[in-house]
Structure formats: structure tokens, C-alpha cells
Antibody
């Protein structure tokens, strides 16, 4: 069964940085695009970023462009989200999610991790 | 970016009733519209993809339809375990966008 386990969340002050990781297992990580999606407390889902299976293509939501960087290490089966210049409004549970189709980029995610809570507060 | 508008925001339904949730896109998305279910304190789960394609393991009472800008998720004969928030997602163009969600409560 596909497993995605996020880590790295926590409480951080506005303006500081944090890096999330997503450890993937039980599927061929290097052949699937990956997404980050977030959910503010009590709110709906907001798509954040996508990276292609080989890391060569990336796309971001306007709300995080220039501040967040998505990356992956296929040798470690791990997805990352580097979050810089954090704002109070970035407070959310951050989910990593796997694309359903191999080698696709920007398609529907099928499996999701359990999420990692990031709280930005002074 | 493509805006997805879901309706209703909230629905309170008796078990065995039929539930209909709609999702309207601000631009045509073809059939690149997907439905997710999120139960309290859980991650979202893919229910239907490409407007009407069934997902393995999802009960057959969940049905999707639509094309272009107007889509529907139907839950036939609602069960207590279907209490959740339902979201639509478009993957026709980046950025991906979600609808605002529809909360289904069991009476």
C-alpha cells in the first residue's frame, strides 16, 4: 500500500523558514509527479505546488511563488517543500500527494499523506 | 486561474436519501474534474476522477457526471459513513484549483 509520511512541521515565527519532507514508500517514487496541498484550520483545500517525476518541471500557486520551493530526491524517495519568508496566513496542515498516473504532471492526486501542521505565529 | 464554485455549502440528509453536489468551473475544463471526500481528521480520498470514472474500492453509490463547466457528484442511498466534506478539483490547467467544499451531515 502506498505510504506518504510528512515531517518537519512545527511552530515558527513570521519571516522565518521551515522545510517539510515527505517520505514515500511502496511505489516507484521516481516515476510519479508529486504535489503539496495545504488546509488552513477549519478551511478548505488549497493547492500549493507540483513537481514532475524527474524534478525538471515545477509550478506554484501565486500565494507561495517566490517564497516556497518544491524539490525531490529520487535516490531517497523523498519530496521536500522549502518554505521561506513565512507569513501568519501560511498556517495550515500541509499534505503531500502522489499523482495517480505515471509520468504525468499536474494531474489528479490519488494518495495523500496524513499531513504536517505548520503554525506561523509570533 | 480557473475558479470552481460548489453548491450547496452544506447539506443535512437522512440516511438512504440521494445527495447531489454541483461544481461549476469558470472556464471549460473538459472532463478534467475530480471529486474528493474528506472525513473529519483524515486526509482527502479520491472518489471519482475525470468527471465520471470510478475509482477502485469506492462504493458504487458514488457517481460523477458532467463535462465542460458543469459537474455533479451524486451519492445514491446515503449511508452514515458518508458524513464528510466533498471537494471538486480541476486539473485542466495549472494552477490546480479546488472548489470550496460541501459539507454533508447525516440527520
Amino acid at each position: 500500500q502506498v505510504q506518504l509520511v510528512e515531517s518537519g512541521g512545527g511552530v515558527v515565527q513570521p519571516g522565518r523558514s521551515l522545510r517539510l519532507s515527505c517520505a514515500a514508500s511502496e511505489f516507484t517514487f521516481s516515476t510519479y509527479g508529486m504535489h503539496w496541498v495545504r488546509q488552513a484550520p477549519g478551511k478548505g483545500l488549497e493547492w500549493v505546488a507540483v513537481i514532475s517525476y524527474d524534478g525538471n518541471n515545477k509550478y506554484y500557486a501565486d500565494s507561495v511563488k517566490g517564497r516556497f520551493t518544491i524539490s525531490r530526491d529520487n535516490s531517497k524517495n523523498t519530496l521536500y517543500l522549502q518554505m521561506n519568508s513565512l507569513r501568519v496566513e501560511d498556517t495550515a496542515v500541509y499534505y503531500c500527494a502522489k499523482e495517480r498516473a505515471r509520468y504525468s504532471y499536474g494531474g489528479d492526486p490519488d494518495y495523500w499523506g496524513q499531513g504536517s501542521l505548520v503554525t506561523v505565529s509570533s | 486561474e480557473i475558479v470552481l464554485t460548489q453548491s450547496p455549502d452544506f447539506q443535512s440528509v437522512t440516511p438512504k436519501e440521494k445527495v447531489t453536489i454541483t461544481c461549476r468551473a469558470s472556464q471549460r475544463v473538459g472532463n478534467s474534474l475530480h471529486w474528493y471526500q474528506q472525513k473529519p481528521d483524515q486526509s482527502p480520498k479520491l472518489l471519482i476522477n475525470y468527471a465520471s470514472q470510478s475509482i477502485s474500492g469506492v462504493p458504487s453509490r458514488f457517481r460523477g457526471s458532467g463535462y465542460g463547466t458543469d459537474f455533479t457528484l451524486t451519492i445514491n442511498s446515503l449511508e452514515a459513513e458518508d458524513a464528510a466534506v466533498y471537494y471538486c478539483l480541476q486539473s485542466s490547467s495549472l494552477p490546480l484549483t479546488f472548489g470550496g467544499g460541501t459539507k454533508v451531515e447525516i440527520k
